[in-house]
């Protein structure tokens, strides 16, 4: 399935409140049905928007079903399932992440997202995720204006056992970048993450603050930082969908986080954000644990969504 399987368990098991609101109400709607006509599509659409999967990405998914059912003339509702998973599926094939690496020695990345989506923690799972690889990570704490952030950052370094920098309480957050990449390049360091400031998509001031850290970190490394994610907070549906959307207008996003997916019914935002934005998804978290990000591959997704394997 590609991926290991306690990581797969912990990931169905987050997923379990989405297939109710997803696939088991899709279930009943075939109940009593011989064949997927107008009105069977007019339910799905709902059951699609209602899951977060978004109203233009849900019509998408509505037109190329619409289009099969016209040309094979009679759709039994039972193959429904069948034939939705392979729309959705055919939608994630655009978007092949391209992971982070250690190859080209040191890589920087930089890590934003609005306060609350789990940023700083995600930070602290990945520093360990790629240190169990062997490779050397450091952590940097450019997010020195949220009371308690650099005390919860140390924490992560503390618990997954690497090297962080940091400055005094409410230094520039350029600086802090500008130091740890210095130190990081000196160290012979693979990966150094850069924790930066809770942003509100809406303010200019701090979409400024993020720039002046890529110009700092580009005076010694022209081609940093190597990529930047956006975490988001995966509960809140369609609002982490516009967060993404207004992130990526005011920067370059490399690539996708969705957190806290683990006991809520909006997992079908997955859907849509990456039919939405041409950025591909990365991690998915589940948990509060450092083993509870994991890889997002689509079809182990979309198989445990779908109920296609059993564990």
């Known amino acids: 399935m590609g991926l290991f399987s306690k990581s797969t368990k ?33 339910e799905l659409e709902e059951i699609l928007i209602t899951s977060d999967v978004g109203v233009a990405t849900t019509e998408k998914i509505i037109n190329r079903l619409e289009k099969r059912v016209a040309k094979d003339k009679f759709i039994k509702a039972e193959e429904l399932d069948q034939l939705l998973y392979e729309e959705i599926l055919n939608l994630f094939t655009k978007n092949n992440p391209k992971q982070v690496t250690a190859q080209d020695g040191l890589q920087v990345i930089l890590v934003v997202g609005v306060n609350g989506a789990g940023k700083t923690t995600t930070v602290g799972k990945l520093a360990h995720q790629y240190s169990q690889q062997g490779k050397k990570v450091m952590l940097a704490a450019a997010d020195t204006f949220r009371a308690g952030a650099v005390d919860q950052l140390r924490l992560w370094s ?3 056992e690497v090297p962080f920098v ?16 210095e130190r990081a390049k000196k160290e012979q360091v693979d990966l ?3 924790d930066t400031a809770g942003r509100l998509h809406n303010n200019t001031n701090l979409m400024h603050e993020l720039s002046k850290i890529e110009r700092v970190v580009k005076k010694i490394i022209p081609e940093a930082p190597h990529q930047t994610l956006l975490v988001l907070d995966g509960g809140t549906g ?4 516009m967060q993404a959307k ?22 079908g935002v997955v859907i849509g954000i990456s039919d939405e934005l041409d950025v591909p998804i990365h991690y998915i978290g589940v948990g509060e644990g450092k083993d509870d990000l994991i890889k997002f591959e689509t079809k182990t997704f979309l198989d445990l969504l779908f109920q296609k394997t059993s564990l």
């Open 10 to 42: 912990k990931l169905q098991s987050g997923l379990s409140a989405t297939k109710k609101a997803l696939t088991e109400r899709l279930k009943k709607v075939v109940l009593g049905k011989s064949r997927v006509d107008a009105d069977f599509l007019e």
């Open 158 to 160: 503390e618990m997954v």
């Open 166 to 181: 940091s400055l005094q309480e409410g230094s520039d957050p350029a600086s802090v970048a500008f130091t740890a990449v």
């Open 192 to 194: 150094l993450f850069i």
């Open 238 to 241: 369609q609002n982490a969908y």
């Open 246 to 267: 207004l992130f990526t207008e005011a920067t370059a996003i490399s690539g996708l986080i969705l957190t806290k997916l683990d006991g809520t019914a909006k997992g």
